[in-house]
């Protein structure tokens, strides 16, 4: 399952991204993704991450270039084909984007739902996950009742609930105190050693330590650069992948 | 832990009602004014179709009993004369080979017919009534004949040249021609009454349209947030299905029992009339059934409704 046909799970070939008729965000922009590879996406505010990453969930159409994912061309594929593409993805978006008239049970059940998992296989893991993030007792709050790191929190297990093959989150330890972004952290870690390919955006350096294996792309005004050699090198643990080009 | 507790109660609910599968765009059901606009538009149908499908009744009740009728009148100002004519041309059309029945109508009927408008005693010509200035006004003697087929003018102009040997005076007429002026306006009302139906139509699934697109759009972040999660425009296609046809469900049988005591309360009003045509217009067990459709065939069309719009409007969203 987390293995795409080519053994990359998202490869974008010189993408540019402008909004409207201003200056182009994202300019230039090439990187393969290889399954189970874990990397951090830094750059300065404004530097267009959000915007990256908005390319990989397919929230956003590049303004040029090619991006395929999962071996399809995400560009032009049909939109009735998106979805699908989408169940793949697990997101943690900046402003969490949790429904408000949903509990957070009903939030992190909603992939679940979305994909037609029954009920039945639903509530189990579903609680256990929301335990998991310490929202034991929370279950029935509604997202306007709960502060900035359980809302964080539970975006995140609403993200990964579905053991996605490609997570993204976007400063997903923003709002939530040192110990729990650990243990966030660990909880991504623990996903990636299972196959997910994970893409963490943070500003915050010294996240990029707590994990060893990681690779990091850095965005400098709309531009890719990669310090660890994570664009020009095949990553440890890629499974029968071969060496990219730059950005 | 007692919140946890009660957690797994409600989605032990949830799955049992299958509410939670619904859930992915919040709808208010049966509080907003969707429902009552369909209440009214389904009452509104249902009279306007009870009144097309009873009008109908009425025309085709009415052709079928006039179809093949003749009047034959006695023109004489004789009562002796006209009554041996009266009684001569009733034998002479019963031995017509293409008249079925034939009938001489009785002086009482004659009298209830002009009664309402030249009084009791209009009609009474003859010897034995007290005053013969009170008797002032010979009413023709009038025959009610029933032929085989169509009547046409040729008939009737063969017709009347037979009987010309026992009354020289007599006057045949089809029933039908009488009535032809009415028909064609009771024909009218059908059609528009049909041309109603169809505008309500119109105006419901407009009045749906709008609703949708305004839930729609007052639902754009959530339903994008869905978009993302994976869920195809279907599926939010089928939200949307499915609170408007609950919406139109009760609305349509909201409506249906309104337009029902509109139609039992005209349905007292005009049997108390007690006039033929209007008998005639009562509607069978067959359009109670038909009129039974309206508020299923709203349902169906706020739903397809419903579900065009949100593929249509979803198709413009990534």
Known sequence: MNQAADGEIVHFDNVGLRYGTDREVLSDVSFTLYPG???????????????????????????????????????????????????RLGVVFQDFRLVPHLSAVDNVSLP?????????????PVADMLEWVGLGDRMQARPATLSGGEQQRVAIARAVIGRPDLLVADEPTGNVDPDM???LLRLFEALNRLGTTVVVATHDVHLLKKVPD????????????????????????ATGAGGEDEA | MNESGGGARALAWRRLSGVGEHELVPQARLSGPMPWVIAIMVALTVIAAAAGLALRNAASATTAELRGGVTVQIVEASPEKRTKQAQAVVRRLGRMPEVESVRLVPQDELDGL?????????????????????????????????????????????IQAALRGEAPAARVDAQSRWLKPVLDAIESLQWLAIALVALLALALAAAVLLAVRSALGANRDTIEIVHLLGATDRQVARVFQRTTGIDAA???????VLALVVLLFLARRFASLGAGMVDYGALDW????????????????????ARLTVLRTLRKML
């Open chain 2, 114 to 158: 002009i009664e309402p408008w030249l009084g009791g005693k209009a009609g009474h010509d003859d010897d034995d009534y007290e005053s013969a200035d009170e008797a002032a006004i010979p009413v023709p003697a009038l025959i009610d004949a029933r032929i085989t087929g169509e009547v046409t003018d040729a008939r009737l102009a063969a």
């Open chain 1, 37 to 87: 590879s874990f990397y951090f996406l830094t750059g300065a505010s404004g530097a267009g991450k959000t915007s990256l990453l908005k390319l990989l969930y397919l929230a956003q159409r590049p303004s040029r270039g090619m991006i395929r994912m999962f071996g399809a061309d995400a560009i032009t594929l049909p939109r009735d084909r998106l979805p699908a593409l989408r169940r």
């Open chain 2, 250 to 256: 009760g609305g349509g049988l909201l409506g249906m």
């Open chain 2, 286 to 305: 067959l359009d109670w059934i038909t009129l039974g459709f309206v508020p299923l065939v709203a349902i169906m069309l706020a739903m397809l409704t």
């Open chain 1, 214 to 237: 990681s690779l990091i792309m850095r965005l400098d005004k709309g531009r890719l650069s990669d310090p660890t050699g994570a664009l020009r090198y095949p990553p440890k643990r």
């Open chain 1, 181 to 183: 972004a650990i243990k």
């Open chain 1, 112 to 124: 679940l739902r979305v994909a037609g998992i029954p009920e039945r296989d639903i509530a189990k």
